[in-house]
Nanobody
Framework: QVQLVESGGGLVQAGGSLRLSCAGSGSIFRGYAMGWYRQAPGKQRELVAAITRGGTTTYTDSAKGRFTISRDNAKNTMYLQMNSLKPEDTAVYYC???????????????WGQGTQVTVSS
């Protein structure tokens, strides 16, 4: 069992940066693949970035070159560094954990509560 808590969201102007954090507890953090999902108003939740247990990363096309996912297993924390933010990035961002997270994974085993990211133009 894993409990996840996101933080770091907020309001930023287009072109700015934010770093999201996801703190995990309740199980062995390093034993899970991790991912960041987002859901904008009126849209379906989508995978933004994922990182395997071994540190291999995957990004959705819109995030490539702008976002970086990382993890610090010693701190039981996963991060999403978001640069060059666009209004289209506005959404609630959720961290998630599962044994494996693929680009097609829509329902991971564990979710955080979400953190709001708002990018103004």
């Amino acid at each position: 069992q894993v409990q996840l808590v996101e933080s770091g969201g907020g309001l930023v102007q287009a072109g700015g940066s934010l770093r999201l954090s996801c703190a995990g507890s309740g199980s062995i953090f390093r034993g899970y693949a991790m991912g960041w999902y987002r859901q904008a108003p009126g849209k379906q939740r989508e995978l933004v970035a994922a990182i395997t247990r071994g540190g291999t990363t995957t990004y959705t096309d819109s995030a490539k070159g702008r976002f970086t996912i990382s993890r610090d297993n010693a701190k039981n924390t996963m991060y999403l560094q978001m640069n060059s933010l666009k209004p289209e990035d506005t959404a609630v961002y959720y961290c998630a954990a599962d044994w494996v997270i693929l680009t097609t994974t829509t329902n991971p085993l564990y979710w955080g509560q979400g953190t709001q990211v708002t990018v103004s133009s």
